[in-house]
């Protein structure tokens, strides 16, 4: 897939099938993780793969009962380790950078799982504490991001965004930006930058 193809089917699944989703698949996910940037290269985050029943029963209770959790065949964690940040950043790194670090990871296997033709949903409303006690982990490590990964058993709706006029500034907030929508044919990037 092209990355624009990507982009565009990156959705939030929240129904998925039985059909399990192999290691090579995860493989592929992690190592698009690992590539993501972080502050001073220090990749201060954990992922904790999750595909045993019971761990991911605990995760979906944790998440306020969002069941599809237990439903997807994987489910990845991303912590925030603020200790691997500390050090070199202070508290910087340990309030900002390790939220960040985990976050780019995250988005990165997101990306990742869309081009496998695979669904994903971010999760972020869950109970911290049910999180780390799910799988195993300890404070000062900071549950970010509960990713569902699985083979779609339901057609995702597009969802509303904003308008960019309206989130884009130039030069100085609320001046506004002439963004123009690029033309449908032009929206490989090769093109663009011709
Ligand atoms: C920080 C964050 C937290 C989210 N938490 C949840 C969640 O707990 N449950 C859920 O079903 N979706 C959650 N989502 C997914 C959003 O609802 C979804 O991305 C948004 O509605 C846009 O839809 P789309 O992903 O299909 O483009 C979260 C997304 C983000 C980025």
Same mark, same amino acid.
């Given at each position: ?19 399990? #989703?192999?290691?090579?698949? /995860?493989?592929?996910?992690? $190592? ?10 220090? !990749?201060?985050?954990?992922? /904790? #793969? ?9 995760? %979906? ?7 599809? @959790?237990? *439903? ?15 050090? &070199?950043?202070?508290?910087?790194? $340990?309030?900002?950078?390790?939220? !960040?670090?985990? +976050? @780019?990871?995250? +988005? ?11 669904? +994903?949903?971010? #999760? ?6 049910? /999180?780390? *006690? ?7 490590? @900071?549950?970010? %991001? ?19 006029? $309206? ?19 032009? &929206?490989?990037?090769? $093109? @663009?930058?011709?």
């Amino acid at each position: 897939m092209e990355f624009v193809d990507v982009l565009a089917a990156r959705k939030s699944v929240r129904s998925y099938s039985d059909r399990d #989703v192999p290691d090579d698949a /995860v493989s592929f996910i992690l $190592e698009a993780a690992n590539s993501a940037p972080s502050a001073g290269d220090l !990749q201060a985050y954990e992922i /904790v #793969v999750v595909r045993d029943k019971s761990v991911k029963a605990k995760l %979906a209770r944790a998440a306020l009962g969002q069941w599809f @959790i237990a *439903e997807a065949p994987v489910d990845l964690v991303f912590l925030a380790n603020p200790e691997r940040s500390r050090w &070199r950043y202070g508290s910087r790194g $340990e309030r900002l950078y390790c939220i !960040q670090d985990a +976050t @780019i990871a995250a +988005t990165f296997a997101m990306l990742a799982a869309t081009s496998l033709g695979l669904g +994903t949903c971010w #999760v972020g409303a869950f109970d911290d504490r049910a /999180v780390l *006690e799910a799988i195993e982990a300890e404070s000062p490590l @900071i549950p970010v %991001a509960i990713i569902s990964v699985g083979y779609p058993a339901e057609e995702p709706r597009t969802t509303p965004r904003r308008d960019i006029r $309206e989130l884009a500034s130039l030069d100085k907030l609320g001046n506004p930006y002439p963004y123009k929508p690029v033309e449908p044919k032009l &929206r490989r990037p090769a $093109e @663009i930058l011709i």
